[in-house]
């Protein structure tokens, strides 16, 4: 009977830490000639936020996002405004962006929406997310291209 106890205790102990070790996992890997980052969920929330109102093509209304500038996470990498970004997810799609839409618009890499964390099954837990409420040049094909959702890895061409 001890034993049940001991073990129902180091299993409840395990799962209330399993939130914490999600965060603490790499989410986004940033990689360019130089050198390559890792962002965990924690890294990336700790970077000042911008919270964007926005509708797209894969959103029914205008929707809350939150996250760091895309532009604040490559000149932190040392990337600047005429490198070319290939945005991979977690399937491997790959969409091949400009770093000056960065430098021109406010794109952010939401890892919240409505105000939580996104699961994979949600798009997450990293969507790049144009202000296209903002821009309406931005509400086109070419730029739904650059919704990347389940983003693993920017690598710098």
Sequence with gaps: MLNYKVFGATIAAYLSMMPNLAFSQ?????TNQEASAKFTHEELSSLP?????T??????????FQGPLLRSVLEASGIGRDAKLNMIA???????????D??????????????????????GPVW???????????R??????????QLKEISVE
């Design 140 to 149: 086109n094909d070419l730029y739904n291209d650059r919704l990347v959702w």
């Design 128 to 138: 790049v997310i144009y202000p296209m409420d903002d821009n309406p040049e931005l």
């Design 102 to 123: 960065a430098f021109d618009y406010d794109v952010i890499l939401a890892i919240l929406r409505e105000g939580k964390t996104m699961p994979v099954r949600e798009k």
């Design 90 to 100: 977690l399937n491997d799609f790959t969409s091949t962006v400009p770093a000056s």
């Design 55 to 64: 509708a797209n093509d894969y959103v029914d209304q205008p929707t809350s």
């Design 49 to 53: 936020q911008v919270v964007l109102l």
């Design 26 to 30: 790499v989410i986004l890997t940033v």
